[in-house]
């Protein structure tokens, strides 16, 4: 994928429920623009939340910015995808993933 197409992906909003998780909430980043960010303490292998829902995309999937040196990955499902923390994770927070696993991934398990 180009620099463009990934961010129309991001940008896009025809799949996208915006509604509030448990567990995570949207505020400002220093990243880029909003970012989502932990509400609770998560420990490495905890699910965060659901980044995907069928083909609709929810806040975990919406508002989890890149980092190379992210602290929560996005794993595939049959049903859809979710946000699991890879290592420990403070209340308050920035949740983040490595875009280019996210893609690597979803291409290896034929989602993209």
């Known amino acids: 994928m180009t620099q463009e197409q990934i961010i129309d992906q991001v940008e896009n909003t025809e799949d996208f429920d ?15 623009g909003k970012g989502l960010f932990a509400s609770k303490q998560y420990f490495i292998g905890d699910l965060i939340c659901s980044a995907r829902n069928g083909s609709i ?3 975990g999937g919406r508002y ?3 980092a190379i040196f992210s602290n929560a990955e996005i794993v595939v499902t049959d049903t859809g995808a979710e946000l699991l923390a ?6 308050g927070e920035e949740i983040t993933v490595n875009y280019r696993t996210v893609i690597k991934n979803r291409i290896l398990t034929g989602d993209l």
């Open 64 to 66: 989890s910015n890149h």
């Open 57 to 59: 995309r929810t806040i």
């Open 86 to 91: 890879t290592r420990d994770i403070e209340e």
């Open 18 to 32: 915006g509604s509030e998780i448990n567990g995570v909430y949207v505020a400002d980043s220093k990243i880029q």
